[in-house]
């Protein structure tokens, strides 16, 4: 080998200037090193995001299912009050319909009845009565409710 020139830094200070075989060894070595465990944390970080990937999927499953009970739930609500609703109206109509029937009942009672009496010499006698002086009222009689039937 030449003797360095003049002026020129020692071999192990070198900047930029080829590096012996045993040197460029020593480095391509470290250099593997450094890529396999790179390499290792690249597998280990993958595997990590692979099994968060997984459990995403998994939750998102879940979610979905859990919403397609909910969903289930709800139209099973909405049916029941519905169901309930339509009762309740039927019970509505049913009370208003009783309500008109009580009031025509009540219109009846207060009317004055006519009734026709046989006094005790033979005489018929027509008489009023009132809600406050109530008569029997004879059932073949009496005006049929508005509904139609009769109690």
Known sequence: AAPPAPGAAPPEHRVGAPFSVWEQLEA???????????LDE??????????????ERQRRAEDREQLRGLCDRLEQLERDREEQRGGLLAQIEG???????????????????????VLGDGRRQLSASSLHNPAPQDADA?????NGRRQ
């Open 28 to 38: 391509m070595g470290h250099q593997k090193v450094l890529l396999e465990w790179q």
């Open 95 to 117: 009370q208003r319909r009783e309500i008109e029937e009580l009031r025509w009942q009540l219109q009846e009672a207060q009317k004055p009845q006519w009734q026709n009496r």
């Open 142 to 146: 009496a005006p049929a409710p508005p």
């Open 42 to 55: 690249a597998a280990r970080a993958k595997g990590d995001l692979e099994r968060a990937l997984a459990e």
